[in-house]
């Protein structure tokens, strides 16, 4: 456990630190899906025994699209001077989900047709949640399911507050729900998709993550992922080890980014619409979230940073599948 704590406690670093970026003049979607000019990785994966019981006769063939969403971090300011001196000055501002589901509707219309095509050259049919929910039934438990709250839940919710002291925000697109697994880890989470998985008729289940960080002046795109999660291949083993058993694996995962760099994007018109406040009970100052008032966004090229990262992710994940018997 405390091995999983470790690495969970290294993955929640690495998902804050790439969400709050420094944009590069000059930078854009499109220079960055050119060539290898963007970071592109290939993480997680069924372990060597799983590996072998990858049989590619039963490589997924429908895939349900679950969750497309924008994950924002916003800025934080502190005066040490003024805490010094009696004070407790600080400073929030950033996107709120309003923002955040306008973006990642603009980029879920732009990938979906890229993403239909990349699935379709492997063989595999990728289904929005309005292709694949086929009864009122499926609706219901779509539209329901939540991520448990188990104790790594909140440990992964506790450390990732501890580190992130800046605002947030989140939003799915449109006609998608908001199942933010970039957050998760843990056995009750895969226990919860694949109930889900098996009530939808699916062979497999995906999520694209967007992670972008918002200011005063623009919002910077840091990166996105996919994940990919299906049933576990190996069998259920005798009880006494079917504890250390998942029903779900996660069959691969992809990020494409820059690290600490990103791309400005979208900008704020100098009248904000300001449709969200929170004043802190402690302070008493007032957090002011953003969600609409753009003066412009560029989204030309977006497409292609979701097509590197397909063709990366999918190629991985049929690799890994041709290993099994």
Not at 12 to 22: E, G, H, R
């Amino acid at each position: 456990m405390k091995i999983l704590k470790f690495v969970l406690a290294a993955t929640l670093i690495v998902v804050m630190t790439a969400s709050t970026s420094f944009a590069k003049k000059g930078d854009s979607f499109e220079n960055w899906a050119k060539g290898d000019k963007a970071y592109k990785k290939v993480w997680f994966g069924p372990a060597p025994s799983q590996l072998k019981h990858m049989d590619p006769s039963k490589h997924p063939k429908r895939i349900g699209l679950i969750s497309f969403y924008v994950y924002d971090t916003g800025n934080f300011k502190f005066s040490a001077m003024a805490a010094t001196y009696g004070g407790s000055y600080y400073e929030e501002f950033g996107m709120n989900s309003r923002g955040a589901n306008m973006f990642a509707t603009e980029f879920a219309q732009r990938s979906e047709p890229v993403l239909k095509a990349r699935f379709a050259e492997r063989d595999m049919q990728l289904l929005t949640p309005v292709e694949f929910l086929e009864t009122e039934e499926q609706t219901q438990i779509y539209l329901n399911f939540r991520l448990p709250e188990s104790g790594m839940q909140k440990f992964a919710k506790g450390l990732r507050g501890f580190f992130e002291k800046n605002p947030h925000a989140d939003g799915a697109a449109d006609g998608y729900a908001m199942i933010p697994t970039h957050l998760w880890m843990d056995k009750e989470m895969l226990v919860t998709l694949e109930e889900m998985r098996v009530s939808l008729g699916l062979d497999a289940l995906a999520v694209v993550t967007n992670l972008t960080s918002s200011n005063k002046k623009s919002v910077i795109f840091s990166g996105a992922s996919m994940a990919i999660y299906g049933p576990n291949p190996e069998p259920r083993p005798e009880e006494k080890y079917a504890k250390y058993w998942w029903p779900a694996l996660v069959y691969v995962g992809g990020t494409f980014g820059k690290g600490f760099k990103g791309i400005e994007f979208a900008y704020w018109s100098k009248e904000k619409e300001t449709t969200n406040s929170i004043t802190n009970p402690i302070s008493g100052t007032s957090t002011t979230y953003y969600g609409s008032g753009i003066e412009r966004a560029e989204y030309d090229g977006y497409e292609g940073v979701i097509d590197a990262l397909a063709r990366k992710t999918l190629e991985e994940m049929e690799s890994r599948f041709r290993k099994g018997k």
